[in-house]
């Protein structure tokens, strides 16, 4: 998703790939017994492949637009605010004006991006104002609208509210792993995340089981009102380890891990 951040080929695999990640256009990586050998057979590799580019097009598509970054005043930065680990806050707020606080911002929100709330037409616009400058939240509050429209919603098996059917849990959890920033300055940054997670549709029925993937998510970031927002954002697969020989879980056991254990909205 993001406009003018230069090799869009690099960004987006040249697929206009997205991520909420689920993984593929349409099924990703199927759960089944025993064991997954290290190296995935062609027929997961392309499933996989194509789930991740349905929805890194959707992102591609909605960070489309004006680019411009420009620094703000300093202002006072706000108290931090709790976080729990059951994610009821999608963003933390109040990051330090400095470059560990430009990445502990882009971690929280590339969390926040990835997410299955996202999907969530309620939820996507509370996020997109909390993370986003102040004068690119209607340009992509509308983007991300037409991105994640009802027909691309009922390709991942959602409902027009972005929820699983029945019997059915979907999980879009990001988990950075490292942080790093590019380029700084008093009021801009840019920060690249390091990501893995977990993608995909819990259930029995299921036509989209929940795979693990990496990225690289890239945001710059502009200093406003005593805080760290997104200016735009972007990016790209890997760097990604070799495939452990893991035993594969069910998709009862996946759905259980999903409810049972929050996911988390501050790092660094």
């Known amino acids: ?33 025993g064991r997954r050998p290290a190296r995935s057979s062609s027929r997961s590799l392309i499933t996989v492949v194509g789930v991740v580019v349905l929805l890194i097009a959707a992102i591609a598509f909605a960070n489309r637009g004006d680019e411009s970054s420009s620094g703000s005043g300093d202002g006072k930065k706000p108290g931090a605010s709790a976080t ?3 994610g009821t806050k999608a963003v ?20 926040a991006l990835v997410s299955a709330d996202i999907l969530k037409p309620d939820r996507r616009t509370e996020i997109v104002r909390q993370l986003f400058v102040a004068d690119k939240v209607a340009g992509l509050e509308a983007k991300f609208d037409k991105a994640y429209s009802t027909d691309f919603l009922s390709r991942l098996g959602l409902d027009t509210n972005g929820n699983a059917p029945a019997g059915q849990t979907y999980v879009s959890r990001t988990v950075p792993v490292g942080t790093k920033t590019t380029a700084y300055s008093d009021g801009t940054a840019t920060a690249e995340v390091w990501c893995t997670g977990a993608f995909g549709t819990a259930g029995e029925s299921t036509k989209n089981p929940v795979t693990n993937d ?7 970031l502009r200093w406003t009102d005593g805080d760290w927002k997104v200016e735009s954002f972007s990016q790209k697969d890997g760097p990604s380890p070799v495939n452990g020989d893991n035993k594969i879980s069910s998709a009862d056991e996946i759905a259980k891990a999903v409810e049972q254990y929050g996911g988390f909205t501050y790092a660094r």
């Open 1 to 33: 998703m993001s406009p003018g951040d230069g090799n869009d080929d690099d960004l987006y695999g040249g697929t206009g790939q997205t991520r909420t990640r689920l993984p593929e256009g349409g099924p990703g990586d199927g759960y089944g017994d």
């Open 84 to 86: 729990a680990p059951t």
């Open 92 to 111: 933390a707020s109040g990051f330090a004006h400095d470059k560990q606080g430009a990445q502990s911002a882009a971690a929280n929100y590339a969390v």
């Open 214 to 220: 990496w990225f690289t998510m890239t945001l710059k």
